[in-house]
C-alpha cells in the first residue's frame, strides 16, 4: 500500500509489476498499465526504492515484485480497511487511497498538474484536474505568488 503512495500505480499494477518492469540501475518502473494499456515511466522515490531494494538478492525478471499480492484472490481492501482500524484511521480506506494519496502529494509538492497526470498515465491532464481535489495550501500559495504592491500613504491620508 505504501508502495502505491509513491508511485500511483494502480492495485492491478501492482499484482501484475515484474521485476522486467524495473529498470534498477536508473530506479525506474516502465509498465504498460492494466487498466488503459498506456506505458507508464515513474521514476521511483528513495523511500518507495527502499521498501522493495533486492539487496544482493537477484530475481529473475518474470518473478513478481510483491509475490504475496500477485497471488492472493482475496479482497485485499479488507486487509487495508483493518490496519486502517488499528492504526485509528475512521476513514473509509482502499486502494485508491494510494493512488489519490500519490496524485496529493505530487501536487502539493510540485503543482504540476502536467507531470502529475502522464505519472498517473492520464490521457488528458483535465482527469487529472477532476481528479485531484485542489489543496486549501495550494490555493493559499497561489494567492501568495501575487507580488505585493507597495503603497505609500499621502501626508493628506489619503491611498
Not at 489519490?100 to 498517473?120: E, P, R, V, W
Amino acid at each position: 500500500f505504501l508502495f502505491a503512495c509513491y508511485t500511483g500505480l494502480r492495485i492491478s499494477d501492482l499484482k501484475s509489476l515484474k521485476w522486467a518492469d524495473i529498470n534498477q540501475e536508473k530506479s525506474l518502473i516502465l509498465k504498460a498499465q492494466k487498466k488503459t494499456g498506456r506505458m507508464v515511466s515513474i521514476n521511483i522515490h528513495p523511500t518507495a526504492w527502499k521498501m522493495i531494494d533486492p539487496g544482493d538478492r537477484i530475481h529473475r525478471s518474470t518473478e513478481p515484485v510483491f509475490p504475496k499480492l500477485a497471488t492472493t484472490h482475496t479482497t485485499t481492501n479488507k486487509i487495508l480497511q483493518q490496519w486502517a482500524y488499528r492504526a485509528g484511521i475512521s476513514k473509509n480506506i482502499g486502494w485508491h487511497t494510494a493512488r489519490k494519496t500519490f496524485a496529493t502529494q505530487l501536487l502539493h509538492y510540485s503543482g504540476d498538474y502536467s507531470a502529475t497526470s502522464k505519472l498517473l498515465g492520464h490521457s488528458d491532464v483535465k482527469i487529472t484536474q477532476r481528479y485531484a481535489e485542489v489543496l486549501s495550501s495550494e490555493k493559499e500559495r497561489a494567492i501568495r505568488s501575487i507580488p505585493e504592491l507597495k503603497i505609500e500613504q499621502f501626508k493628506s491620508g489619503r491611498t
